[in-house]
């Protein structure tokens, strides 16, 4: 019995040890690490979503029955980002869970794409993200950096759009670090004219030192 005990102490005493150690973030989405807590706020400033804001029902909302349904609620609360303050909320208070967990460097992937689609002003997206990352270094921190994401399903456009605000001295934020192609990966199945788009926008993406691959590859000796 008392060896159990000390066993659990010992247990305890090592989780918390883990807590408290300053972590680095290097692969961490954007909307992704949107906890429950940011998605009831974002919900609660469009009530005309489909996404509860009740913490119960929100938890009920996130389970997920397959990877198709985890894509749909995902890009529900994709839905929610329509305002440039809406981008500025998330990005900051990411950082403050962030924080909470001891984490003190993140590269955040960012889709830049989908924000601009909706409507989005592009200088009104990068200042947003900007204003968070500098809040949240001042306040938490945390030193954010941002890896702008190619949605793979929206094709060449999307590509060459990303590629411009990466490339482009009056857009590119200052916390702005290397890209990649990415996005939903049920939407690869059956569009061969992606692995064409990609290729076509290499020549670029060596330029902006953007890491873009034909969707549904990895580089060799990844997983």
Request: charged content about 30%; proline content about 7%.
């Amino acid at each position: 019995m008392t060896d159990q005990l000390s066993t659990r102490e010992g247990v305890r005493d090592l989780h918390a040890f883990i807590a408290g150690l300053p972590k680095a973030e290097l692969h961490v989405h954007h909307v992704g690490s949107a906890s429950p807590r940011i998605v009831s706020t974002l919900a609660a400033r469009h009530p005309d979503s489909q996404v509860p804001t009740d913490p119960e029902a929100l938890a009920d909302y996130f389970t997920f029955t397959d990877f198709a349904h985890f894509i749909q609620v995902y890009l529900s609360v994709v839905d929610l980002i329509r305002t440039p303050e809406d981008v500025r909320l998330l990005t900051y208070e990411v950082a403050r869970d962030m924080a909470r967990q001891q984490v003190r460097y993140a590269e955040l992937t960012i889709t830049p794409w989908s924000s601009t689609r909706r409507g989005i002003d592009e200088r009104a997206f990068m200042d947003a993200i900007e204003d968070a990352r500098k809040a949240a270094e001042a306040e938490f921190g945390v030193v954010l950096r941002w890896c702008f994401d190619i949605p793979g399903e929206a094709g060449l456009e999307a590509a060459e759009e990303t590629l411009r605000l990466a490339t482009d001295d009056r857009l590119r934020p200052e916390g702005w670090s290397p890209s990649d192609s990415a996005g939903p990966k049920s939407a690869y199945r059956g569009r061969s004219s992606s692995r064409t788009s990609t290729r076509r926008s290499r020549p670029d993406c060596a330029r902006c030192r953007t890491r873009v691959r034909p969707p549904g590859r990895r580089p060799s000796g990844t997983r």
